[in-house]
């Protein structure tokens, strides 16, 4: 019998978190519940900046929110080989865990890169153009951390020079 309540308790809960989720749903959004999230967070702030000073700029009103126990700029970044055939794909099948990072002009960015392969041939770079010009090159199990000061505004592809086009990702520098 306890079993039982226990069971309606949780179909209960399970329907007012759904009931909840849905009349917080913005009503023009069909994407997953990841986007949501980010859509909101980044929407909010944009809208209220527009109602109170029309075109104005919005720079300083957007809400940014890192995640607990991260300090600011400061990213981790692991490889990960992919589960597939690269040479029955044709392509290098390795990424990056995050592919966005998203910075002010000034900034001090500080990313720690870990190489998690097995194997120490298996290399991985972390690789820049200019302006911000780099090549971080790693064997399989090694790690390094560096920094750099992000004085160029723009958008800039980081990449890895083994594994293109495949693992890439993208650094937003802001004004
Ligand atoms: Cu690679």
Redesign the pocket.
């Known amino acids: 019998m306890t079993f039982s309540l226990i069971i309606i308790a949780a179909a209960v809960i399970a329907i007012f978190a759904a009931v909840s989720a849905f009349t917080t749903t913005p009503p023009s959004s069909a994407s997953p519940s990841l986007n949501n999230n980010t859509t909101t967070s980044m929407m909010a702030p944009t809208s209220n900046a527009t109602n109170n000073t029309a075109t104005s700029s919005t720079n300083s009103s957007v809400l940014e929110v890192g995640a607990p126990g991260n300090a600011k700029n400061e990213y981790y970044i692991f490889?990960q080989e992919l589960n597939a055939d690269e040479k029955k794909l044709g392509v290098?099948v390795?990424v990056y865990t995050l592919t966005s990072i998203t910075v002010h002009k000034g900034d001090n960015v500080t990313i720690h890169f870990y190489n998690t392969a097995d194997e120490a041939d298996d290399?991985?770079?972390f690789t820049m153009q200019d302006p911000y010009k780099m090549n971080i090159d790693l064997a399989g199990g090694q790690n390094k951390t560096f920094s750099f000061v992000a004085n160029t505004t723009g958008g800039f592809t980081y990449y890895?020079?083994?594994?293109l086009p495949s693992?890439t990702g993208h650094l937003e520098v802001l004004p």
């Open positions: 490889t290098p390795a290399r991985h770079t890895c020079t083994y594994d693992m």
